[in-house]
């Protein structure tokens, strides 16, 4: 009798190993390989069968397309590109008990006016949605709860014409097929589970929600082709000490990707705020030291929001950086640059830095921002009054602009901003350069003060003679300043 081949794989990464070692040799992940039963194939590929013959047609269809299944909720839809696809699949990923559920059951709950729509779990009974939904105030809407693991009876329960418009299936890693002798979470379950359940939407044309966790590095746990197999990937983000959270698009075949959406979370479940930017600069105060106002953007939507700074003497042999909403090495090379190019002397204290309201920035755009907030730290000056700053800082010190400039002056100018701080435009090659024609904010009143280097930035504030700032070695400062409108 021929022994059964046993291989491992990594609950981490997915690579099939011969045998098992506590540390994966991939992923160097320990304790991650699990003992799976391969299924049975063939050894020589396709064999000597023939395939049918594929149909190629031309990138013009006749046939009108189907209309977005629209919830409703303006932030869902915004990130979703104007509403569900029918037939496609969304992953929605998050950190434990940061409102994945609420939110999904908040969205079916609109839809369920216009429309049929089934929430499935495989982690809650019939009671505990209950009671989420009467504090939600929900429990008079027409929505389908069932409770089930079996990816075969949910095919069978969905398949033929009564399907549900929109199915949610909360999570992914609890669905389990009965032919894969794994278990429910492994990554042949979740791989054949997402696969079975995303093949069943597209055949029966409804809008698929699938619910996935998150690895303690903050991806989604289970093999990364889950998310190359579903059409748009949306993580639910944020710090559970703030009632602000951000439903951020990073995938989305029907839309803008890095596309975001802002809720609120509150008694009654996740409301959307139309304008996150007033709530994350509410309380930004001119007259503090060390704090700046960076005019972001997230997707489409440009977006203002506060960065703090704190510098302080340390004892320590190492002085310690921490950062909260911000790359940790881009602020090292902030402070390198301030050091080299402006003289800002910032290695042997504390570095503290902060962005308000439990944002994540990615961008480079906040780069001198950042500069501006530790400059003003270190001197223990505060900005000009009612002052954005954005813009992107190069090694030589250099201010390099960003896109969407006149995007950002916009929303800085509707919120009461009076004056910008951007890096200076620049001419490109063969165009000729008029010195009066105002390239940049050209439809807006604010105060525009272009500069051109970080010594620039420096030297805007009124204490640059300080003992902490020895100025710039090599460059010669420069800067146009002028108004618009």
């Not at 299924?39 to 069968?49: D, I």
């Not at 329960?157 to 894969?180: F, H, K, R, W």
């Not at 278990?183 to 939407?201: D, F, M």
């Amino acid at each position: 009798m021929v022994k059964a081949k046993t291989l491992y794989v990594c609950q981490h990464c997915g690579t099939f190993q011969p045998k098992w070692t506590g540390q994966c040799p991939a992923c160097n992940e320990w304790n991650s390989l699990v003992e799976e039963q391969p299924a049975e194939s063939a050894p020589k590929g396709l064999g000597a069968r023939k395939g049918r013959k594929i149909e190629f047609v031309g990138l013009k269809g006749g046939e009108k397309q189907p209309p977005r299944r629209v919830s409703g909720n303006a932030e869902f839809d915004r990130v979703t590109g104007g509403g569900l696809v029918p037939g496609s699949a969304t992953l929605v990923g998050g950190d434990p008990g940061i409102g994945k559920s609420t939110l999904l059951m908040q969205i079916v709950a609109e839809m369920s006016t216009k429309m049929r729509c089934a929430y499935i779990s495989g982690e809650e009974a019939i009671d505990q949605l209950r009671l989420r939904a009467a504090r939600l105030e929900l429990a008079n809407t027409l929505i389908g709860l069932a409770v089930a693991t079996s990816v075969r009876d949910i095919a069978a329960t969905l398949e033929g014409a009564n399907a549900p418009s929109v199915v949610i299936i909360d999570s992914i890693q609890c669905m389990y097929v009965d032919s894969i002798e794994s278990a429910p979470g492994t990554v042949s379950q979740v791989r054949t589970s997402a696969q079975e359940l995303i093949r069943l939407a597209k055949r029966a044309g409804f809008a698929l929600i699938l619910v996935g966790h998150v690895t303690k590095e903050g991806t989604i746990a289970g093999p990364r082709l889950l998310e190359h197999m579903v059409d748009t990937v949306l993580y639910f983000e944020g710090d559970p000490s703030h009632q602000f959270r951000i439903l951020r698009s990073v995938k989305n075949r029907f839309g803008p990707a890095d596309e975001i959406g802002v809720f609120e979370m509150m008694e009654t479940g996740l409301h959307e705020v139309p304008n996150p930017s007033a709530l994350f600069i509410s309380d930004y105060r001119n007259d503090v030291s060390g704090a700046s106002v960076f005019a972001g953007m997230e997707g489409t939507r440009p977006m203002l929001v506060e960065i703090q700074s704190l510098i302080a003497p340390s004892a320590q042999a190492t002085p310690r950086r921490a950062v909260v909403g911000w790359d940790s090495s881009r602020l090292a090379m902030i402070m390198a640059v301030l050091e080299a190019r402006c003289g800002v002397a910032l290695g042997g204290n504390e570095v503290y830095l902060n962005v308000a309201g439990g944002l994540k920035i990615t961008e480079p755009a906040a780069d001198m921002a950042v500069a501006a907030a530790l400059i003003s730290s270190v001197i223990g000056t505060p900005l000009p009054p009612a002052t954005v700053v954005f813009g992107e800082v190069g090694l030589a010190g250099e201010a390099r602009a960003v896109s969407q400039t006149d995007a950002r002056l916009k929303e800085a100018e509707k919120l009461g901003f009076s004056r910008a701080i951007i890096p200076k435009a620049r001419m490109r090659k063969g165009r000729a350069e008029d010195k009066g024609k105002k390239t940049v904010g050209s439809d807006t009143s604010l105060i525009i003060i272009e500069i051109d280097h970080l010594s620039d930035l420096v030297a805007k504030f009124p204490s640059a003679e300080h003992n902490h700032v020895s100025g710039p070695t090599t460059h010669a400062s420069s800067e146009d300043t002028r108004t618009t409108g």
